[in-house]
């Protein structure tokens, strides 16, 4: 188990005039990773989650607060002991960072070599491991011949060499494309389901967190301003950091996003009103909704645009609908949307006016 | 000036130096060079390491006085002229080698004038190290010797290589110089017979061989730069 207590990092930066100035990259962070879990840190670039990860195998000296590892406070230990547990705490990274020089059998052997393991012992290790991450045919070949997955793939086989307890994934899958991104996080949930490792992944992308992960924190400036099981945290998301991740194009306060609005309005028909419905954790996954409006009140809405996503029973998302320009017809529809608490409403000319 | 230099008897005159003294002078251009380059290498690479991991962010640092006391020493040293530098190592010289004069005698200061100039080159080369591979070594329990010489000696092989192929060249032209106060080789045969008694045409041989010597070394290295350099992607 892992346990974060009150986790504060603060960097010192000489600002322009010389004066020293400090930041605070975590304010008070406190989250426990229970055995087995794939936990997602999920924040905005920025939000403190590399520093985050960085000092719970201690790469980074927290300034204030505790890392314990079942229970033992690794801050206290002798750097030959925070090495010995660093074996323990494995970590892959977004730019794999393999050495160039050695072949992939060799990449895996690299950490079995730094404890001390036979040679030829590490070596028949090592192709195990290339088996287990399905590249067992690279073993002679060197990074720079593989694509990125099957890089990120060697980098996961030499993390698994020693042993580990916990897989540290710092953005591991955001230089990867779509197919290999998810090719790779079920290679960390068959490893984290069949070797019984748990794995914290930080990542901004909200994908890599709804695939694998049991437990997520959101990480806002420092702070982690919600956590616990994905499936509540994100069909109800609290805070403002959560809803932007969340639900990223609703709501968008943004002026790019009032312009795209503006530019998908003027694609409206003459004679129609454009109105934006952002679905805030709607329970309107049962029925088709602007189906069964159009049956109920006669108004035939043209969907001009819509981006929505379901988080267990829950909608989140915005939709531009094109609705016949008469006052009745706007009334109307304004109407039996307001049925629904968890829908808002508003016409795009007045989000132009606001802007 | 030319018809002087290319005459029946400076021609003959040179054929008979290309006979009997050339083939000892590139001997000697090469061992001086090649012995002064390896122990540049024997000091330099160790200092060039620990400009780079005592660093406060480094690997292995060091206190701040160490540090600059190294890069002042380094300066200095790289800072005087060679000529300069021969002349005033003469008792040093002859404290090692017994005399000040001669081929072996011109090692002395060939390596003292390299080895600071060694020592930046390795500092360049392990700089060019993407920093994540130190963190990622960091992260798998690597011990700083380990991380010296198992992740940045290793991972800069290929610049190590070239930089060494520069130093080499580097020691060739300092050697050349050396013949002024007694060292050996090409350089001595250019200054004695060109300089001191106008024979033209052997100068320009010895400078051609130099020439040849610098393209041979520099080729090799190149070829092993390349050769040992697995970022490139070779099928």
Not at chain 2, 204 to 220: D, E, H, M, N
Request: net charge neutral; glycine share 8%.
């Amino acid at each position: 188990m892992i346990e974060i207590r009150n986790l504060t990092k603060t960097f010192s930066i000489s600002a322009e005039d010389g004066a020293p100035a400090s930041f605070d990259a975590l304010k008070n962070v406190s989250l426990t990773v229970g055995d087995g879990d794939i936990f997602g840190i999920i924040g905005m670039s920025g939000a403190g989650k590399s520093t985050l990860v960085r000092c719970i195998n201690m790469l980074e000296r927290p300034t204030e607060g505790q890392v314990l590892i079942d229970g033992v406070d690794i801050g206290t230990l002798t750097p030959a002991r925070l090495r010995a547990v660093r074996r323990e705490i494995t970590m892959i990274f977004q730019g794999f960072n393999l050495l160039m020089q050695r072949t992939c059998l060799a990449n895996v052997t690299f950490p079995l070599e730094l404890s001390g393991m036979k040679r030829s012992e590490a070596r028949k290790k090592a192709r195990e491991l290339l088996e287990i991450v399905g590249l067992p045919d690279k073993a002679k070949s060197y990074p720079a011949q593989l694509s990125g997955g099957q890089q990120q793939r060697v980098a996961i086989a030499r993390a698994l060499a020693t042993n580990p307890k916990v897989l540290l994934c710092d953005e591991a899958t955001s230089a990867l494309d779509p197919n290999t991104t998810h090719a790779i996080l079920e290679l960390i949930r068959k490893i984290n389901r069949e070797l019984g490792i748990t794995v914290i992944i930080i990542t901004h992308q909200m994908s890599v967190v709804e695939e694998v992960c049991s437990h997520v924190a959101i990480l806002d400036a420092g702070q982690v301003v919600e956590m616990g099981e994905v499936s509540s945290v994100f069909s109800n998301p609290q805070s403002d950091a959560a809803r932007r991740l969340v639900y990223p194009d609703a709501n968008g306060s943004g002026s790019g996003e009032n312009e795209r609005s503006a530019g998908i309005a003027a694609a409206a028909r003459a004679g129609e009103r454009v109105l934006r419905v952002v679905f805030n954790g709607s329970h309107t996954t049962d029925k088709p909704f602007i189906t069964q409006m159009a049956i109920d009140t006669g108004i035939a809405a043209n969907i001009l645009y819509a981006s929505t996503r379901c988080l267990g029973e829950c909608v989140f998302g915005d939709m531009l609908l094109g609705i016949p320009d008469t006052p009745q017809a706007l009334d109307t529809v304004r109407s039996y949307f307001a049925k629904d608490g968890d829908i808002i409403i508003e016409e795009i000319g007045e989000v132009d006016d606001r802007a | 000036m030319l018809d002087r230099m290319f005459s029946a008897e400076a021609v003959e005159q040179a054929l008979w130096i290309l006979r009997n003294e050339f083939p000892m002078a590139i001997w000697e251009t090469v061992y001086v060079t090649v012995l002064a380059t390896l122990f540049a290498i024997v000091l330099g690479l160790p200092l060039g390491v620990l400009l780079v991991a005592g660093e406060k962010n480094g690997v292995l640092p060091l206190p701040k006085p160490i540090m600059s006391v190294l890069n002042v020493v380094i300066n200095l040293l790289r800072s005087v002229p060679f000529l300069i530098l021969m002349i005033l190592l003469i008792p040093l010289t002859r404290l090692i080698v017994g005399t000040s004069v001669g081929t072996v005698a011109s090692i002395v200061p060939l390596v003292i004038a390299a080895f600071p100039f060694v020592a930046r080159l390795v500092e360049s080369s392990l700089r060019e190290i993407n920093p994540n591979i130190i963190e990622a070594a960091q992260s798998m329990g690597a011990s700083p010797m380990q991380i010296i010489c198992r992740v940045m000696l290793p991972e800069s092989v290929p610049s190590l290589i070239s930089n060494a192929t520069i130093a080499i060249t580097t020691v060739l032209g300092y050697s050349a110089m050396s013949g002024i106060v007694g060292g050996g080789g090409l350089g001595q045969i250019a200054i004695n017979y060109g300089y001191y008694r106008y024979r033209y045409l052997v100068m320009l041989i010895a400078v051609i061989l130099l020439i040849v010597i610098v393209q041979i070394f520099q080729s090799a290295g190149t070829f092993l730069a390349v050769r040992l350099d697995k970022r490139i992607k070779k099928k």
